[in-house]
Structure formats: structure tokens, C-alpha cells
Nanobody
Framework: QVQVVESGGGLVQAGGSLRLSCAASGSIVSINTMGWYRQAPGKQRELVATITSRGRTNYADSVKGRFTISRDNAKNTVYLQMNSLKPEDTAVYYC???????????????WGQGTQVTVSS
């Protein structure tokens, strides 16, 4: 059994900061590249940032220089530090983790339940 649980969303004023966390738990052998995605009302889900198991990062152009993704492999946790938030960052943020679990031969994509981030102007 594997679970992926997010936390840290909320309401913040423009220019403010929030930190999202996503923890995977269960019978985990390894986790491949982890990522954060977001979906605003009426829009498709989009990539925000990814990080490999070795710490290599990738960001959407819209968040470069403002957001920082990091991970703690010992805790099976990925973080998203969001600074200088803008109203257009308002969305539900989802964590993605491809996980190889005990007894499995391949990685399975797990998604968190989503956490709401609302940025007021």
C-alpha cells in the first residue's frame, strides 16, 4: 500500500509565500522523478516543476526564479517553495510520484489529492 499526501496550501496575498509538502509512504523501494502540477479552473493541468532522485530540477517558465522544488529522499518527500506569488498562480496543486513498491516490477504513477492555493490581489 502506497499513499501520497500533500499539505501546505492556503490563501495568501500577492507577493507572499507558501510552502507545499508531499510525502509518500508505504512499501516503497524507490521513487523516480517527482513533480508538482497545477490546475486552474477551466484550464488543463500543467507542469510546475520536477526533480530527479539526484536533485536535477526543471521549471515551467512561468515560475522560474520564484518557485523552488526540493526533495528529501530519506523521507520520501518533495517540497515546493513558492515566493512572490501572483494571482495567476491560483490553482489546485498536485504532487506526482512514480513509485516502485515492494513486490512490483515497474513504477506506478501516484498522485496526491491536491491542495488549493489561492493568491489574492
Amino acid at each position: 500500500q502506497v499513499q501520497v499526501v500533500e499539505s501546505g496550501g492556503g490563501l495568501v496575498q500577492a507577493g507572499g509565500s507558501l510552502r507545499l509538502s508531499c510525502a509518500a509512504s508505504g512499501s516503497i523501494v524507490s521513487i523516480n522523478t517527482m513533480g508538482w502540477y497545477r490546475q486552474a479552473p477551466g484550464k488543463q493541468r500543467e507542469l510546475v516543476a520536477t526533480i530527479t532522485s539526484r536533485g536535477r530540477t526543471n521549471y515551467a517558465d512561468s515560475v522560474k526564479g520564484r518557485f523552488t522544488i526540493s526533495r528529501d529522499n530519506a523521507k520520501n518527500t518533495v517540497y515546493l517553495q513558492m515566493n512572490s506569488l501572483k494571482p495567476e498562480d491560483t490553482a489546485v496543486y498536485y504532487c506526482n510520484a512514480p513509485i516502485l513498491s515492494t513486490g512490483s516490477s515497474w513504477y506506478v504513477d501516484y498522485w496526491g489529492q491536491g491542495t488549493q492555493v489561492t493568491v489574492s490581489s
